[in-house]
């Protein structure tokens, strides 16, 4: 079991997050010769992490708008009101490093209606230098809200 009956859904949502590369590494090496599935860039992980997410809790909405934040509204890739969570879903590339997703994350904490911001950021080509730093400074990004990543592959 990978975590008790009695964790909280942040709890088991971090624990998804944190095993979200062995999930990745089952779905590229597939039997019998069968072309791996790829994950080419966000969408795909956004894809992979909704399925495992439907599959521990019951409503997951995609796509909630957050209000605006310097002049520009966005959306959160995903939004359990039951549990007042939101999910969002990032993958490192070439102009999304490590300065610009922990500056990205911050923009997501004016949501209302939620307590926790978790945020998955998946580096399969480790352009996290410091994923402890990524993980340690977004925090405290949340006036109000608790703010969690889970940057991964993490290392060694």
Known sequence: MLVSDEATPLQKIIVLCRRFTLFVERVQNRQRG?????????YDVQDLLHAILKLHFDDVRPEEHTPSFAGNASRVDFYLPAERIMVEAKMTRNGLGQKEVT???ARYSK???IDTLVCLVFDPDR???NPDSVENDVQGTGSRLTVRAIVCPKGL
């Open 34 to 42: 069968r072309a791996p599935y790829e994950i080419k860039d966000e």
């Open 103 to 105: 500056d990205d994350i």
């Open 111 to 113: 949501f209302d209606g």
């Open 127 to 129: 352009r996290c230098k």
